[in-house]
């Protein structure tokens, strides 16, 4: 069974730092095109970073670039967000997502992911 679980949120000031973690299990990873998305209370899930099957090809949101820093290391079986700078804006649960493909491409579309994992709040508040 395929499995993603997310770890490290929690609560932070504003500027503050956290890593998150997104554990595989069930396949291998680097089968897998993978991405963070985020959702905030009362806003639509959008797409912040994304990884390519190799990890040669990142991605970011425009509201996280320069802050935020994805990746993964696939013997592992994980990915990670390296998120710095952290604003109140950046309030949401975290959920990390895979795309089944055998094209290493990064992918932001939430449409597209074929694997979801559960998700991890950050809340950035002083």
């Known amino acids: 069974q395929l499995q993603l679980v997310e770890s490290g949120g929690g609560l932070v000031q504003p500027g503050g730092s956290l890593r998150l973690s997104c554990a595989a299990s069930g396949f291998t990873s680097d089968d897998y095109n993978i991405g963070w998305f985020r959702q905030a209370p009362g806003k639509e899930r959008e797409g912040v970073s994304c990884?390519?099957?190799?990890?040669?090809?990142?991605n970011y949101a425009d509201t996280v670039e320069g802050r935020f820093t994805i990746s993964r290391d696939n013997a592992k079986k994980t990915l990670y967000l390296q998120m710095n700078n952290l604003q109140p804006e950046d309030t949401a649960v975290y959920y990390c997502a895979a795309h089944k493909s055998i094209i290493s491409m990064c992918v932001m579309s939430g449409g597209r992911m074929n694997y979801w994992g559960t998700g991890t709040l950050v809340t950035v508040s002083s």
């Open positions: 990884s390519s099957r190799s990890g040669l090809s990142t």
